[in-house]
């Protein structure tokens, strides 16, 4: 396998944050059968958020994504993306880890998550890298919850904050 390249996310990546998005969504989608599923956040509103996001590359195409929001003094993960076509690699743990390792560099001591409870490549993925089920204790982690109900993710499938310290 070719080497995986992680990278920060420029402007000029924003149109392939979406795309990878929309693609890894659809795995989604044919797993859970939803009756709806909301739109992806284009990825200019992604990058123009309080945080970073990383870029993964194989042989110079972007593959995989994670943008990390900036809030209330820590780091929560907000997306982490991969195509389809690019699963089962190692492209996610990657990822992960560069999101983790770059968090802690710029000073953060926790990272936060919301995911599905029940979908293997969610909390048991998040898990198996340490992190663990919590509940919000800030407004910010509060308002996730709603912002998931308003959009039907908790009509779908279980959902779960999960956390880690840095």
């Known amino acids: ?21 929309e693609a890894a969504d659809a795995l989604l989608v044919d797993l ?3 009756p709806s599923w ?12 309080p945080g970073f996001a990383l870029i993964a590359e194989i042989d110079g195409e972007a ?6 929001m900036e809030v209330d003094e820590h780091a929560h993960l907000e997306q982490l993306s991969v195509l389809p076509a690019h699963t089962g690699a190692g492209i996610g743990r990657a990822l992960l880890t560069a999101a ?5 560099a710029r000073g953060h001591v926790l990272m936060t998550l919301r995911t599905f409870a029940e979908v ?3 909390a048991p993925f998040y898990a198996s890298a340490g ?9 910010f982690l509060r308002e996730l919850i709603d912002i998931e109900t308003s959009l039907g993710l908790t009509d779908i499938g279980p959902r779960v904050q999960m956390s880690l310290t840095l």
């Open 1 to 21: 396998m070719a080497d995986i390249l992680i990278r920060r996310a420029f402007p000029a990546d924003a149109e392939d944050l979406t795309r990878i998005e």
């Open 32 to 34: 859970l059968s939803p």
């Open 38 to 49: 909301p739109d992806v956040e284009p990825g200019e509103v992604r990058l123009a958020m």
């Open 63 to 68: 593959v995989g994504f994670a943008h990390v």
């Open 100 to 104: 983790i390792d770059d968090a802690r």
């Open 120 to 122: 293997p490549f969610n």
């Open 131 to 139: 992190f663990t089920v919590t509940e919000p204790d800030t407004d």
